[in-house]
DNA sequence: TACGCCTCTCGAACGCTGTTCGTAAAGGCG
DNA sequence: CGCCTTTACGAACAGCGTTCGAGAGGCGTA
């Protein structure tokens, strides 16, 4: 597929062999499919954005692509390095302002949400997230970003250090978590959760009361859902007042 | 394995016909080999115990057992069902204390350690556990305990039925990290750690200071690792302190 | 201009995965 | 003793990441 006169369209594939005059032409500009690593990489997110972790192969990236699998490897090592450089492509969205001593829990708070809608919006990178410290060209930029903030709320260089990456391992777990949830139970809508979570909340009340005492009295909170935000949110409030103790400011 | 006759031996197989009399035998005793439900689960926790998640596979549990991957499925509807099994069975062993208002947080510390160590001991049940509500007959008496804990806080009901589930997810994403970085970099020792620790720090020294002066400044605790467990009793404390503040005691 | 080199492409194949199907065998029951 | 339900399981399907090796195109040199 994919022959000069359509490169890189994967439905065209035209059987009839390239006439003389266009192939003399074509002799000049790049006759192959201008396969590159930016390219592959760009495919890798559009499938990760539309159709999320599990159907992001090399094969469908290469058929995206009109071409075949073993290509990629020619510009890519591997999986594992595409998805690494998918990630460090996708960085390049997150902002982060210039800290400000007054407010710096709020940019934090804004920073966070901001890197969260971005892992959201293509399943599967939070994922390859885990295990991982992105120091690529635009991830270093980011940990800097991150690390001046939480400077500027002067807590001790091992708490704002390690204070880091807890903040940062729980923004990645959580967009990990609802795709998870996602992948299990299929794309819910609000009502779908709402209704799953009245479900569960109608098994726990029936349970027997002296041996479950705890869970019946915090049943309804349990599953409150708290919209698609009020959970995160929570979350990162709760290490920011943590954080907040160990400030001298 | 083990068994009178010799079933479920893997490489075993006599291809000679089994003599009369050991067949007459054989009518009153299971002839078949014993597969249940619970040999299953237990092969699988071996696995994962001894060769991780990633040597987990429907072929390889069938194998140990000595029989083939399509006789587990008259006992496991799939493989997600098996893990979500094993992942119940697990929780066994977690145990909990009577809550007591003077110590709560430290109870809740200890029982999450608890938590963690076990799932290290199985590693690939951590991912497992992302994106469930791990609420099986054993999981549900776990969360019970748990949310007593945090009631013996002292804490609003929607703190506390919300933070049960952010420092579970803190918990297991930790372990989850931890196991995807094995897999990753292979089994490390606490050296080769140092090692690379050294490596990264050299190099974001190496960084033009004025455009990253705050990983500069905080380079030497971003890589001191704190030894095996530091990191993550940093992130609880984090939730804690974070908790504490809640708490009207 | 012609040739050889060198890089990129990519079909085919390997060994792995979870899962399904259909057959065959065993156990309990009449 | 024979039927019938339950269980076992080899073979196969569709997918995966990755490797190999043949072939094609562009480029530098003669």
Redesign the interface.
């Known amino acids: 597929m994919a022959e000069p006169a359509a490169p890189n369209q994967p439905e065209s594939a035209p059987p009839a062999p390239v006439p003389p005059w266009e192939r003399t032409r074509k002799a000049k500009a790049p006759a192959r499919t201008p396969l590159s690593q930016e390219a592959i990489v760009e495919a890798a997110l559009r499938i990760l954005e539309t159709d999320g972790y599990d159907a992001l192969s090399m094969r469908r990236v290469a058929a995206d692509l009109g071409t075949g699998a073993a290509s990629l490897y020619a510009h890519v090592a591997n999986k594992?390095e595409l998805v690494k450089l998918a990630l460090d492509r996708v960085f390049v969205d997150v902002s982060f302002p210039e800290p400000d001593p007054e407010r710096w829990m709020e940019q934090v708070r804004e920073m966070m949400r901001g890197t969260r809608k971005i892992l959201q919006s293509h399943p599967g990178l939070a994922r390859a997230m885990?295990?991982?410290?992105p120091m690529g060209p635009n991830g270093?930029h980011i940990?800097?970003g991150f690390?001046?903030l939480l400077?500027a709320g002067d807590l001790p260089?091992?708490?704002?250090?390690?204070?880091?990456?807890?903040i940062a391992?729980?923004v990645?777990?959580?967009v990990?978590?609802?795709?998870?949830?996602f992948?299990?139970h299929g794309e819910a809508s609000q009502e779908d959760v709402e209704a799953w979570a009245g479900e569960?909340k109608g098994y726990i009340k029936s349970?027997p009361p002296e041996?479950?005492?705890?869970?019946l009295?915090?049943a309804?909170?349990?599953f409150?859902t708290?919209g698609p935000d009020g959970?995160f949110e929570?979350?990162l409030?709760?290490?920011?007042?943590?954080?907040?103790?160990?400030s001298r400011r």
Chains 1, 2 share one sequence.
Do not use: C, T
């Open positions: 594992d885990l295990g991982r410290v270093i940990i800097e690390m001046g400077r260089d091992r708490v704002a250090a390690w204070a880091g990456d807890v391992l729980y990645v777990a959580n990990f978590e609802e795709d998870i949830r992948s299990i569960m349970l041996q479950f005492p705890n869970m009295a915090l309804d909170p349990m409150e708290g959970r929570f979350g409030d709760l290490m920011l007042r943590g954080l907040a103790s160990h």
